[in-house]
Each structure stands twice: as structure tokens, then as C-alpha cells.
């Protein structure tokens, strides 16, 4: 699971469909998921760059690795983040 967005690099770069996927995901307690958002040009290239986000974990919803990825979906810096 991974999300595409398009965006520009800290030197520039403008990328299309840039490659995101969530790692490193913990749960520090019952109601917070922590996570790394890693960008990658393409999907088997070295990561770009990479930041830490956390969001609320809903114990009744889906799994926190589906709930991060939902969570950055709702964040401005993906807006028009697709499934890929």
C-alpha cells in the first residue's frame, strides 16, 4: 500500500507521482499511531526524504497502517494524494 502524490523536492525538483508510504509505525498507546511518511521518486528507488506524523488510532476502525495513510490524505501536503 503507498500513496502517489505530486510534489517538489527541498532542491526543486518537481516529481509526478511521487511514491509515499508509511513506515516504522507504532502504537505508544491505544489511541496514537506514530509513523514515518518516506517519498520516493518511484517505488524502488532510495527514499527522498522522510517525516514523522501522528494521528489518532480508532480502535473500532481499520488497521493504524490504513488509518495513517488516511490520516495524511486529510493533510495539506497531500492534497490529491491517489492509492497506488
Do not use: W
Not at 1 to 26: F, H, K, P, W
Not at 40 to 63: D, M, S, V, W
Not at 76 to 84: H, I, L
Request: hydrophobic share 35%.
Amino acid at each position: 500500500m503507498a500513496i502517489c502524490i505530486t510534489t517538489t523536492t527541498e532542491y526543486g525538483i518537481d516529481l509526478q507521482d511521487a511514491y509515499v508510504r508509511v513506515e516504522n509505525a507504532s502504537l505508544p498507546s491505544k489511541d496514537l499511531v506514530v509513523f514515518d511518511a518516506v517519498t520516493y521518486a518511484k517505488a524502488n528507488f532510495p527514499p527522498i526524504f522522510k517525516r514523522q506524523y501522528t494521528c489518532q488510532h480508532n480502535l473500532e476502525g481499520e488497521n493504524a497502517i490504513k488509518q495513517a495513510y488516511e490520516h495524511l490524505k486529510t493533510l495539506p501536503e497531500f492534497e490529491g494524494a491517489k492509492d497506488c
